[in-house]
T-cell receptor, first 116, second 109 residues
Framework: ETGVTQTPRHLVMGMTNKKSLKCEQH?????MYWYKQSAKKPLELMFV???????ENNSVPSRFSPECPNSSHLFLHLHTLQPEDSALYLC???????????????FGSGTRLTVV | KNEVEQSPQNLTAQEGEFITINCSYS?????LHWLQQHPGGGIVSLFM???GKKKHGRLIATINIQEKHSSLHITASHPRDSAVYIC???????????FGKGTSLLVTP
């Protein structure tokens, strides 16, 4: 267990469903991230939150909607997804956005999402 | 074109072999990381480098800032080393990591 917990670990959803991914950390980190990992592609940064405020949205389609109610929790709400959205969705947290070292940068184990 | 390129994409080795994975990047960076991802999905950090060379057990990482190139070496490889190895960089202008596609390593007994 890394200190960043993601649920569920696996999710299968239809294209008309609405579901949410959850990420939780109690490391005292102030920044949280959503990454998408598709087969044969590098990890893609989707969203960045710092102190519960969204600071980056990397041209992600609106069918992905993040929410950060507090510094310990991050959600990714999903609706009307496409089969090409099937991927591993990884949450990460770091001490803050300014420090550029791995120290404190922690990944969760991910949610394996399959859209059918 | 991705800012971080890794080679090879896939690598199979026999137990005991010396392994090298390469990473090239095209931006100015403040730090480079070598990461390991096991089939369960979780990612852990192996090294953070900004210059020179680091060694941890059977793993050695080197970086050449002028050539924008880093290598990860595994000596006396073992089946438990089988994983995906990912190179990631902090660019001087960004605050999130840029990742390579990863190198999938399989070490057979």
């Amino acid at each position: 267990e890394t200190g960043v917990t993601q649920t569920p670990r696996h999710l299968v959803m239809g294209m008309t469903n609405k579901k949410s991914l959850k990420c939780e950390q109690h490391l005292g980190h102030n920044a949280m991230y959503w990454y998408k990992q598709s087969a044969k592609k590098p990890l893609e940064l989707m969203f960045v939150y710092s102190l519960e405020e969204r600071v980056e949205n990397n041209s992600v389609p609106s069918r992905f909607s993040p929410e950060c109610p507090n510094s310990s929790h991050l959600f990714l709400h999903l609706h009307t997804l496409q089969p090409e959205d099937s991927a591993l969705y990884l949450c990460a947290s770091s001490q803050d956005m300014i420090r550029k070292g791995w120290d404190g940068y922690t990944f969760g184990s991910g949610t394996r999402l399959t859209v059918v | 074109k991705n800012e971080v390129e890794q080679s090879p994409q896939n690598l199979t080795a026999q137990e005991g072999e010396f392994i090298t994975i390469n990473c090239s990047y095209s931006v100015g960076i403040s730090a480079l990381h070598w990461l390991q991802q096991h089939p369960g999905g979780g990612i852990v950090s192996l090294f953070m480098l900004s210059s020179g060379k680091k060694k941890h057990g059977r793993l050695i990482a080197t970086i050449n800032i002028q050539e924008k190139h880093s290598s990860l070496h595994i000596t006396a490889s073992h089946p438990r080393d089988s994983a995906v190895y990912i190179c990631a960089v902090y660019s001087n202008s960004g605050y999130a990591l840029n990742f390579g596609k990863g190198t999938s390593l399989l070490v057979t007994p």
